[in-house]
């Protein structure tokens, strides 16, 4: 199925340090998500962005919503150890209810 | 409950056989999605259900696959004659109604490991 690129494909950080992550379509999308999912659990969601340009942040967890519609990036200030694990973007098109998932970013953080 | 869930949370079964999957979706919620998740990999939608609206089924890989919805709040997904490359976490969301992605809330999933 169709997946969007994520990048960095993973993660090693020391606790303190700031984290940022991208994804990137060929297709216009009209929500990004983000979303983490922890070992044995289902995704979470972290934030949802609804408008292009739109800069929305949740705590230490800052998004941004491209302005071409096809792009979205998640910061993370400030690590810390319960930040592990494997974040997602996701994005929906135009009339359509079904998300588009990235690839993931696993992130780990050491002490 | 208070979230969704899904049953079984581990399944193992030989290539050939048929499984069925089951998501309890949160109480009052109307629409209901199944993704399946390779290992490494993201959420690959595969079926949607929206009130009783008809199903939409574009991400269901094959025709060994099939979902049903009863009484608009249960949902089994099915795999008949699983394959080795059914392998993989199969997730269950629900959310209050369709066009909302903020209110998607995932299961824990079932794991299918076809030997």
């Known amino acids: 199925g169709q997946q969007l690129n994520q990048s960095p494909q993973s993660m090693f950080i020391q606790e303190g340090e700031d984290v940022s992550m991208n994804c990137t379509s060929s297709?216009?999308?009209?929500?990004w998500l983000w979303y983490k999912q922890d070992p044995g659990e289902g995704p979470v969601l972290l934030i949802a962005?609804?408008?292009?340009?739109e800069l929305t942040s949740n705590g230490r967890l800052t998004a941004q919503f491209g302005i071409t519609r096809k792009d979205s990036f998640l910061n993370i200030s400030a690590s810390i150890p319960s930040d592990v694990g494997i974040y997602f973007c996701?994005?929906?098109?135009?009339?359509?209810?079904?998300?588009?998932f990235g690839t993931g970013t696993r992130l780990q953080v050491f002490p | 409950g208070a979230g969704v869930s899904q049953s079984p949370s581990n399944k193992v079964t030989e290539k050939g056989k048929d499984v069925e999957l089951r998501c309890d979706p949160i109480?009052?919620?109307?629409?209901l999605y199944w993704y399946r998740q390779s290992l490494g990999q993201g959420l690959e939608f595969l079926i949607y259900?929206?009130?009783?609206?008809?199903?939409?089924k574009s991400g269901l890989p094959s025709d060994r696959f099939s979902a049903e919805r009863t009484g608009g709040s249960v949902s089994t997904l099915t795999i008949q004659r699983t394959q080795q490359e059914d392998s993989a976490v199969y997730l269950c969301?629900?959310?209050?109604?369709?066009?909302?992605?903020?209110?998607?809330?995932f299961g824990p999933g079932t794991r299918l490991t076809v030997l």
């Open positions: 969301a629900s959310s209050r109604r369709a066009g909302q992605p903020d209110t998607q809330y």
């Open positions: 297709s216009i999308f009209n929500t």
């Open positions: 962005l609804y408008k292009a340009g």
């Open positions: 996701a994005g929906q098109g135009i009339n359509t209810d079904k998300l588009i």
């Open positions: 109480s009052g919620h109307t629409a």
């Open positions: 259900f929206q009130g009783n609206s008809a199903p939409d």
